[in-house]
């Protein structure tokens, strides 16, 4: 079964859905019309998600197209009707059932406090990298991520996602490092303790000082 997961990634990656917009010669463009992140990063993610699992990604690409194809019960979220219109004749074109797939349109910060809090067993944080909206799509998705659940943050290499929350998770023990590559790192959620507490129950990121100085 394994190993079957793991052949879809690679025949996904050998012919990836072209959704991100790309302008002739520009050598910024994501190659092959879509960004993605590490293989290993793939699977991972397929690796914890047998069908039926209850995921949710921020951003729209690779990913998208193997929660769909490992037949997960999958929410996406991107600002882009295009994106959405690019995956769909995607998915179509290669016979790989979407109905267990929902796409909700709009940006990330707005549409996820709207959503239902049912559970979540994995969740993929890869949408819009700039501070804060990474630290916003962790603490809305992974409030309802189960004991147990695991949230897989992408471009770790970009210091606006880093920022606040990389130190955050490493010093949480209720957070437990799984797995990471060298732009992707996974969580394990240990319990399912609310992310809105008081700084007095967070002793982990060490106690108040005296003062504080910033350097101008």
């Given amino acids: 079964m394994l ?15 072209s959704v991100h917009p790309t ?19 793939y699977e991972f993610m ?15 690409g690779v990913s998208t197209a ?23 004749a995607y998915l179509e074109s290669r016979g790989i059932d979407a109905s267990s797939l929902r796409i909700e ?5 707005f549409v996820l406090p709207t959503l239902n809090r049912t559970p979540l067993d994995l969740v993929f944080i890869d949408g819009c990298h700039g501070f804060p909206v990474p630290i916003i799509d962790w603490f809305y998705t992974s409030q309802r991520l189960r004991a147990g659940g695991i949230v897989v943050l992408d ?4 210091p606006s ?6 130190d955050f998770l490493q ?14 790192a996974a969580w394990q959620r240990q319990t399912s303790h609310p992310l809105h507490e008081d700084w007095i129950t967070q002793p982990f990121l060490g106690p108040l000082t005296a003062t504080w100085e910033v350097t101008i």
């Fill in 3 to 17: 190993d079957d997961a793991f052949g879809q990634v690679t025949r996904i990656l050998a012919d990836p859905p």
């Fill in 23 to 41: 302008t002739a010669g520009n050598p910024g463009d994501p190659p092959d019309g879509v960004w993605r992140t590490e293989q290993a990063c």
């Fill in 46 to 60: 397929a690796q914890h998600c047998p069908p039926g699992t209850r995921t949710l990604e921020t951003g729209l």
């Fill in 66 to 88: 193997l929660f769909a194809l490992w037949q997960c019960d999958h929410t996406c979220i991107t600002p882009s009707p295009q994106e959405k219109e690019h995956l769909s």
């Fill in 105 to 109: 349109l709009g940006l990330s910060q």
């Fill in 155 to 158: 471009n770790l290499n970009a």
């Fill in 161 to 166: 996602v880093r920022l606040g929350l990389l």
């Fill in 171 to 184: 010093a949480d023990p209720r957070w437990n490092l799984l797995s990471h590559g060298s732009w992707w």
